[in-house]
């Protein structure tokens, strides 16, 4: 059965009825839509209906529309400030769930981006001009984060069964800080957002399908065994949170198979090419095609992906990303020099660490 969402929208039924249909085309949620209408008269009709849905979806200016009888003098930000102080109370929501956002380009560069201290209270923004093209990306992302809220629930303080950990691994006393494990007075919400944002989408002890083959040396874009060794390898892949949405793979038990079958040759040591010829041999995929380096750099040793290119990279050829890391367990960001010639790396926003500059400044006169 598809979850139930509610999509709160002050446009025409019509328009909002073609987003909520670009987000449910899988058939993994149902959207209604309904309009809003003032603070409180919301506010109680989502608590009296609040066993009929798993999610709300709001607009950002909910108070674009003042005519009729439902209008809104409120934006999104403060009607989920207001659902949030209401969930487990004598007389609100009995339990959390996720909160989306969705709106346009020009309202969320307007209105939201720069509000830094309201993106918490949503789980995820949906840009509506993009619905089109990534419209069951984000259904996925839906179906994902209303799954982790109730694992979440159901299992408190055990990370390890939220993780989906091996059962000879104890890491989540190197993930989660204190108040964390010890459930002081955390939410669903805050946890659901920390491991998707910092476990999740950054690299470190789960790493993604293209760090995955990087480490292998492996282009897994034209090889036609890839599939085949994922089968593999499936055994090592991340079962916890978030998996409907996101393939991910436990760093540290890639590593363990690779020294189970190779004991004495350490991967790291190895560049592309022999990595990959020790992997046709062990397992007879010979239709694997090795990763080759980006232009400008020197080394097939890739451990890491430039992080515009999103292509195979060996750290040492790349230069470090400001602000990439909080966490000692979450992978450094490096971007390789080719992108920062072609600017690729400045339209993505990603800067230089100020450490690297006199390095790059340096290698930049050879090609200058």
């Not at 992302?141 to 694992?151: F, G, M, P, R």
Request: aromatic share 12%.
């Amino acid at each position: 059965m598809p979850y139930k969402v509610l999509y709160i929208d002050d446009e025409k039924i019509e328009r909002s009825q073609a987003f909520a249909d670009g987000l449910s085309s899988l058939s993994l949620v149902e959207i209604e839509v309904i309009t809003p209408t003032s603070f409180e008269d919301l506010v109680s009709e989502l608590i009296e209906k609040q066993s009929q849905f798993e999610a709300l979806i709001l607009d950002l200016k909910l108070d674009g529309n003042q005519k009729g009888d439902r209008v809104a003098k409120y934006t999104a930000p403060s009607l989920a400030s207001g659902v949030r102080s209401r969930c487990h109370g004598d007389s609100g929501f009995i339990k959390e769930f996720p909160i989306f956002l969705i709106s346009s380009s020009e309202n969320l560069k307007k209105y939201y981006n720069s509000d830094t201290s309201s993106h918490d209270l949503f789980d995820y923004t949906f840009n509506k001009t993009k619905i089109s093209q990534k419209g069951q990306e984000y259904e996925k992302l839906i179906n994902s984060i209303i799954i982790t809220y109730s694992t979440i629930q159901e299992n408190k303080i055990n990370f390890k069964k939220i993780l989906g950990e091996p059962n000879e691994i104890d890491i989540e006393e190197k993930l989660f800080s204190s108040r964390f494990l010890n459930g002081e007075g955390t939410s669903a919400s805050e946890i659901s957002q920390f491991i998707f944002n910092e476990v999740i989408l950054k690299s470190g002890v789960l790493i993604n399908e293209q760090i995955l083959a990087a480490r292998l040396g492996i282009n897994y874009s034209v090889s036609k065994d890839w599939n085949q060794l994922l089968e593999i390898l499936n055994v090592y892949k991340y079962n916890g949170v978030f998996k409907e949405s996101h393939d991910r793979w436990w760093a540290y038990e890639i590593l363990n198979w690779w020294n189970s079958y190779f004991p004495d040759i350490s991967i790291i040591r190895l560049n592309a090419e022999d990595r990959v010829k020790l992997i046709k041999e062990k397992f007879n995929l010979n239709e694997l095609t090795v990763a080759q380096k980006i232009e400008k750099t020197t080394s097939t040793k890739f451990w890491t992906i430039c992080a515009a290119y999103k292509k195979p990279l060996d750290p040492k050829d790349g230069f470090l990303v400001d602000g990439t890391y909080i966490h000692t367990w979450q992978d450094k960001k490096y971007v390789s020099l080719q992108a920062i010639l072609e600017r690729e790396s400045t339209k993505l926003g990603l800067r230089i660490h100020t450490s690297e500059k006199e390095r790059l400044e340096d290698i930049k006169q050879a090609y200058l």
